[in-house]
């Protein structure tokens, strides 16, 4: 959620390279509304939006029990600001102009965080995947899957019964 476009842009892209698939809203209220409609591993957060300030989005998000990891950007390098969104349910913050390989290294962290914050395993049959760290496995032995292989698999994990639409797919897959 970010409303410098350009920033938003190269954050996009950094992390398109890694293999995540990256959904961007210029404004809280469009974040707000980005967050209830798709499940995110992680949601990197500024403070200084157009409509309101990002820490209430936090907090709002945090009261509506959405525990997804939060990594928030603040322009301001002063106590206060730091705190104010860690108290406002941030797991961590970073302050603009930040370098790149530290914003992944931050978000990287954040995945790798304990299952019980980031939600469980995904479980089909005898197939585990596992959406933080990127492994399957089949039974004991672990599949290494190319990213797109993954995607298409986690998505029909997500979503055990149902029938997935080409649309559908291609748009969780290919963003
Ligand atoms: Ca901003």
Same mark, same amino acid.
């Given at each position: ?11 996009? $892209? ?10 961007? %809203? ?5 974040? %707000? ?8 591993? %992680?949601?990197?957060? @500024? ?6 300030? /990002? ?13 997804? =990891? ?7 390098? %002063? ?5 104010? /969104?860690?108290?406002? /349910? ?5 302050? $603009? =102009? ?8 931050? +978000? ?7 299952? @019980? ?9 005898? +197939? ?19 990213? $797109?292989?993954?995607? +298409? ?23």
């Amino acid at each position: 959620v970010e409303d410098e476009s350009r920033l938003a842009d190269l954050i996009r $892209k950094g992390l398109t390279e890694e293999g995540h698939a990256v959904d961007i %809203a210029g404004e809280a209220e469009e974040g %707000a509304h980005m967050i209830r409609m798709a499940t995110y591993d %992680a949601i990197v957060l @500024d403070r200084m939006l157009p409509d309101y300030d /990002g820490a209430e989005l936090c907090s709002n998000l945090r009261r509506q029990g959405v525990r997804t =990891p939060i990594l928030m950007l603040t322009a301001r390098d %002063a106590v206060a600001d730091r705190v104010g /969104g860690l108290d406002a /349910g941030a797991d961590d913050y970073l302050v $603009k =102009p930040f370098s790149f390989p530290e914003l992944l290294a931050r +978000i990287r962290a954040l995945a790798r965080r304990p299952v @019980d914050v980031l939600g469980t395993e995904l479980t089909a049959g005898n +197939i585990r995947l596992d959406p933080a760290t990127r492994r399957v496995w089949r039974g004991d032995e672990e599949i290494q899957l190319p990213n $797109k292989e993954f995607r +298409i698999l986690e998505l029909l994990m997500r979503n055990t019964g149902r029938v997935m639409t080409r649309d559908m797919i291609a748009n969780y897959v290919w963003d």
